[in-house]
């Protein structure tokens, strides 16, 4: 099968029902979406599938044929931090990081959407990602500062 991960055409030689996180981290060697429950709640494996927040674990590789995936490693561009990666240094949202990528993507996907959030909104739309070091302020900080 082929899939566009990053703006690069791939063909896997996989099952069908591989997880998505599996190709990317395993076939790919994309590992900066982090594997976390293995059911899609917590959300440390999410990409962005056709510009939307998905969790990767619980995604067969076969659904996202024909469609464009997104990477936490294809947002820099030129060498240059996507706004939100570097609202995340800048607001020292990082604690043990394992969430981050998740966190990023699905922070990407909300500013898509909506680029000037309250921050209800951003919590509302950050629910589903699980940060276990609580570094929810310093994070609703950066996606409300990028």
Do not use: W
Not at 1 to 11: G, L, Q, R
């Amino acid at each position: 099968m082929k899939i566009n991960v990053n703006s690069t055409e791939y063909t896997l030689n996989v099952p069908d029902n591989t997880s998505l996180l599996d190709a990317l981290r395993v076939h790919l060697n994309l590992t900066g979406s982090k594997y976390g429950c293995g059911e899609g709640a917590c959300g440390a494996c999410k990409v962005l599938v056709d510009g939307r927040a998905v969790p990767s674990c619980i995604t067969p590789v076969a659904s996202v044929q024909h469609k464009s995936v997104v990477t936490i490693e294809g947002l820099e561009k030129d060498g240059k931090l996507h706004p939100l990666q570097q609202a995340f240094l800048d607001e020292d949202a990082f604690q043990c990081a394992y969430c981050s990528p998740g966190m990023i993507m699905a922070a990407v996907a909300l500013k898509s959407r909506n680029p000037h959030p309250s921050r209800q909104e951003i919590i509302d739309a950050m629910q589903g990602n699980i940060c276990r070091c609580c570094a929810y302020p310093r994070i609703i900080n950066a996606i409300s500062k990028a």
